[in-house]
């Protein structure tokens, strides 16, 4: 009798579902989305090459190599009915750098299908809202004091106009100071509505935290407006603005993922692979001890094995890493790795590793013996199961003991002190 290959009729439809997309999120499908996403981030950027380009922590991190700082935009600020202007999360060194540089990038991505992150459509638009009415509240009661720094930069009794006739710098300018909500377009009125509510709120919360507002008013010539830009966007090249005619100081969100419901399935001249929207989401997940500074410093030895040999190769990579911030003291995340064919490649390696690093360790003992160290040492032949840089060292190391084979070590404040001693 032939056997039934049909799955259960009374299967869930949502295991199916997620069990096909397990077997789709894998590492190689990850990080080659994340290194084809990054190719548009970086043709975005050269438009204007001028601005600094931001990631918006975490996700973000992963889509350059060159990024000019980091910035933290919450998206859970902008979800609908928990709109928050978080005092916490001020991110003023942003306001002060795009006022000094005339704008910013700011790169993000979302897996949720959306053309861009909540973070982006609500979150940093409510900001900016909340700047600009807490420095034209600030201009208006130093009216004064604002139009004597515009008198001395424009050098003479007149008050200097941006490209677009807006007066800058006093009350008298102060109409021409927007302060709307700019959000985009598909964020519904009643939406809309509700958010401006409660915007004035959030201003005199701004208000009453111990911020310099004085050093930002001064600085920013035009109001902070948001842009958006995604892989779905029509940029028309002969007709880019420049910076200096724009009315405004523009907040460029670059929604790095190409928004997408369907796996979509792609072939190059060597291997296919899954496209993921936004697969930097999420990162502990899938990276499996990734960061994105070893990413983009390993990228291409990473990506060029396909996806065969890519689990293997950043288990190695995160491995390699570990071993050696641990080995100068630095800390380094632990991560649990599956087993697999390459775990007898990576202990060898990790071998090879200690056993170069205790040969150098030895050796500094030795010539600090023959120059005189007159450090209590045990007797080098003394028969004895611990260590062989615990034998030689003094009896205050002792409880000094290795974590099975994972290349670290515990012990007291005396163990360290004489290991740094060795080591410098």
Known sequence: MAKDTNPPVNENIYKVTRRIKKTEQTIYNALRSIHDDSLFVSEIRHLWRELPLLANLRCGLWYSSDFDGTCYFKSTDGHNGNWSFNTGRLNLHVGMLVAERGGCFIVDATRKGKRFPDAMS??????????????????????????????????????????????????????DWDCSLHLPVWISHVEKGNIESRIQGWVESLKSTVVDLESLAKTLKKPLRPLWISQNSVIWLNELPELDEWPFTPIILVSASRPSIFTQRYTDADFSWSYIPGAADDE??????LTPA??????????????????AKVAEIVERDRVYRTQRGI??????????GFRSEISQSVDRERTQHETALESRIRNGLAEGDERAFRAEGEPTLEPWFIRKAPVNLKGFHWIGNTGLA?????CGEFLSFLLV
């Open 410 to 414: 515990v012990g007291n404040e005396d």
């Open 294 to 311: 070893l990413f983009w410093k390993h990228h291409l030895e990473v990506l060029e094995g396909g996806p065969t040999t890519c689990n």
């Open 284 to 289: 502990e997940s899938w990276a499996r001890g």
């Open 331 to 340: 800390h380094a995340s632990q991560v649990r790795v599956k087993s697999g």
């Open 122 to 175: 609500k979150t940093i638009p409510i900001w900016t809202c909340v700047l600009n009415r807490a420095i034209a509240d600030y201009r208006t009661l130093h009216a004064q004091e604002m139009l004597h720094s515009s008198t001395e930069q424009t050098g003479n009794g007149h008050l200097g106009n941006d490209s677009k006739g807006g007066k800058t710098g006093n009350s008298e300018g102060e109409n």
